[in-house]
C-alpha cells in the first residue's frame, strides 16, 4: 500500500516570499505523484503531476514541484505568493500497478500574510 | 462548459433517514468516485466505477452505498448504518481508470446531522 505524509498542516507566510510545501511518500512500487489545491468550500483542482522523465515538473499558477526517488519527496514550491494562493494544497500517489487508487495526504493549509 | 456537477451544496440528514448526493458530469469520462473529506484528513475513497452498470467498494464503504446507470451519473447514497455521516463529499471523474490520469473533481455537498 501506498502512504503520504506532509508534515506541515499550517504554513504562514507573507506576500511575495517564496514558499515550500513537503512531501514524503511512502511505497513499495513505483507511483506517480501529484499536488492539488483545494479552495475554501470547493473541490479539488490539479496543480501538477510527476508521471515519468525530468524530475523538475512545472504546474499552474506558477507552481513547481521536484520528485526525488532516493529521499521520497516531491515537494511543491513557489518563488513569490500571492494573497491568492490562499488555499489547502494535497499531495497524493498512485502506483503504477495494482488498483490504482489515489492515496491522499492531510494537507497544508498555506495562509498568504499581506 | 464541460465539468462535474454535485447537489445539493448542503444537505441535512436525519437519525435513521438515508439521503442521496448527486453527481452528474458531462465530461464524456468513464471513470467516476466518491471521496469523503473530514477536517485535518486527507481525502478517503468510499466507492469507485470504472464503468456503467460496475462499481467497486474503496477504503470506506461501509453505510455507503451507490448505483452507475448512466455514464455521466454516479448518485451516493448515505444510509442510516453509517453513523458519523457528517462530512465533506466529493464526487470526481477521469478519462480512465488509470494510476496516470487526472481526476477532476466537483464543488462538493456538504452532509451535516440534525
Known amino acids: 500500500a501506498q502512504s503520504v505524509t506532509q508534515l506541515d498542516s499550517q504554513v504562514p507566510v507573507f506576500e511575495e516570499a517564496p514558499v515550500e510545501l513537503r512531501c514524503n511518500y511512502s511505497?513499495?512500487?513505483?507511483?506517480?505523484l501529484f499536488w492539488y489545491v483545494q479552495y475554501p468550500n470547493q473541490g479539488l483542482q490539479l496543480l501538477l503531476k510527476?508521471?515519468?522523465?525530468?524530475?523538475l515538473v512545472k504546474g499552474i499558477n506558477g507552481f513547481e514541484a521536484e520528485f526525488n526517488k532516493s529521499q521520497t519527496s516531491f515537494h511543491l514550491r513557489k518563488p513569490s505568493v500571492h494573497i491568492s494562493d490562499t488555499a489547502e494544497y494535497f499531495c497524493?500517489?498512485?502506483?503504477?500497478?495494482?488498483?490504482?487508487?489515489?492515496?491522499f495526504g492531510t494537507g497544508t493549509r498555506l495562509t498568504v500574510i499581506p | 462548459d464541460g465539468g462535474i456537477t454535485q447537489s445539493p451544496k448542503y444537505l441535512f440528514r436525519k437519525e435513521g433517514q438515508n439521503v442521496t448526493l448527486s453527481c452528474e458530469q458531462n465530461?464524456?469520462?468513464?471513470?467516476m468516485y466518491w471521496y469523503r473529506q473530514d477536517p485535518g484528513q486527507g481525502l478517503r475513497l468510499i466507492y469507485y466505477?470504472?464503468?456503467?452498470?460496475?462499481?467497486q467498494k474503496g477504503d470506506i464503504a461501509e453505510g455507503y452505498s451507490v448505483s452507475r446507470e448512466k455514464k455521466e451519473s454516479f448518485p451516493l447514497t448515505v444510509t442510516s448504518a453509517q453513523k458519523n455521516p457528517t462530512a465533506f463529499y466529493l464526487c470526481?471523474?477521469?478519462?480512465?481508470?488509470?494510476?496516470?490520469?487526472?481526476?477532476?473533481f466537483g464543488p462538493g455537498t456538504r452532509l451535516l446531522v440534525l
Open positions: 510527476y508521471l515519468s522523465g525530468s524530475t
Open positions: 511505497s513499495s512500487v513505483s507511483v506517480y
Open positions: 470526481a471523474s477521469s478519462d480512465a481508470r488509470g494510476a496516470r490520469e487526472t481526476q477532476y
Open positions: 497524493a500517489v498512485s502506483a503504477l500497478t495494482g488498483a490504482n487508487n489515489l492515496f
Open positions: 466505477s470504472q464503468i456503467v452498470n460496475d462499481f
Open positions: 465530461l464524456n469520462h468513464d471513470a
